[in-house]
Every structure is written in C-alpha cells, then in structure tokens.
C-alpha cells in the first residue's frame, strides 16, 4: 500500500528509480541511461550489474532498500538461486519492535546470522564493537559492502558457524539471532539455508540456547526470534 502511494506521490524520476531499484522492474535502455547516464550503463552492463531480461528491456541484478536512514544492497526479488540475500519482514519487526525500548549501551554486541546486516548496524551504534557472524559466505559479502556503504566504522563481518565458533570471539554484552525458524524436510536443508530451523523448526533455537553461557557477558543479554510450534494438544514446544 506504501509503495502505491509513495508512486503516487513522487516525481517522474522518482517513480522510475523506485520501479527499478527497489520493485526490481525491467525498463527500456533509453530510461536506465535517462537514470544513471550512458557512461555508467556501459559499465554497469560489462559487470553485469544489469542485466537483459526481455528483448529490449533491462533489469538490475541487486535491490536497494532504505531502513532508518541506512542503505542496504541485497538480491533481487524475482531472481530465485541458493543463498540469496534478502531483507524480510522479520528483519523489519526486529528493528521496529526495538526502536520503542530503550537498549543499554555496551562494549560488545554480537549478531548472529546477519545476513545483509541489516540487525547488525542498526545496533552497532550503542556498542563500541559490533561483530557480525553467518555461515553464508554470500551474505559476509553482502554485509561487509553494507557496513561499507554505511560507514559504520565499529562493525566487522565475519564467515562463521556459531555452533563450532565457540569463544573465538570473546565475549559480549548483547546478542541477537533472527534465526532460521521454518520446519523444513531435511532434504530441503541445503537449498533453504535461510530458513532452515531443523527439526520443528526450533532445532537451532535450542542448540544454540545451549551455548549462550560461552558467548554472554555476566550481565550480557540475548534477543532470539524464533517459532513456536504448537501440537495437536496444545503443548508449547519451544515454552517447554
């Protein structure tokens, strides 16, 4: 419904910019030069950062999208391949649901599965240091350009599986994971690496409650998003 207005309401130039960067549109050639100019087509195009679509059209190969004075590079919506890197609504409940408390300022913040470390800089401004861990390599790469784009000198993005991480990292003072939540087939593991929760959809929830007392602070907390799967009887699993 935002989106329907925010094209109702902008400029010429800003519709044709939100249709190409952020819905992730096909346009003619003639209004990507109109956009970026010819000189920055030609070179956008060799590094494949647009690409050809449809004869005569042309679509950009990333998405841009704006959370809390921040820019964020991530994958394109309709281009569908293992480890793509997307911001999600989850992503979006996290950082509104924290902008109405009142966090404590701290040493060390860790974030869990950054993604295109969208969690991880939002925080990173009460924390002297920020680190940022996933196992996708793909995503450490989205987030260090990311954290690049932003400027946020105190976060460093590192390739790493917090289950074999261990207290390689010290220890900190806050700790978020938005982790992967959805009962997949085991089969579907490696292709939905995302949103793999293992079994229940809260394997990786519990697993890595298990581990906390290693990576907290004496005083540090931990904010997880997870499920909570319900049985047939009503039962709570994840409350259990």
Known sequence: AFSNLYRMCGSSRDKSLYRAFVDGEMLAQEDWIDLIGKDAFNIWIKNK???????GEIQCSFRVISINNMIFIVDPLRVAFPYKIFIGQCT?????????????????????GSGSGAV?????????????IDINPRAVSAAKMNIELNEKTNCTMYEQDVFKAGSNYGSFDMITWNAPFVFFPEHK?????????????????????????????????????????VLKDGTNVLED
């Open 189 to 229: 593991k490696e292709s939905n690496l995302d949103g793999y929760g293992g079994h229940m959809g809260i394997e990786l929830t519990l697993q890595f409650i298990k581990i906390l007392p290693e990576l907290l602070a004496q005083k540090g907390t931990a904010y997880l998003l997870s499920s909570a799967p």
């Open 120 to 132: 991880l800089q939002y925080f990173s401004k009460y924390f002297k240091e920020a680190i940022g």
């Open 49 to 55: 950062l647009l690409r050809e679509a449809k004869k």
């Open 92 to 112: 979006i409940n996290i950082i509104e649901f924290f902008s109405k408390y009142n966090i404590n300022p701290g040493s060390r913040y860790l974030d869990v």
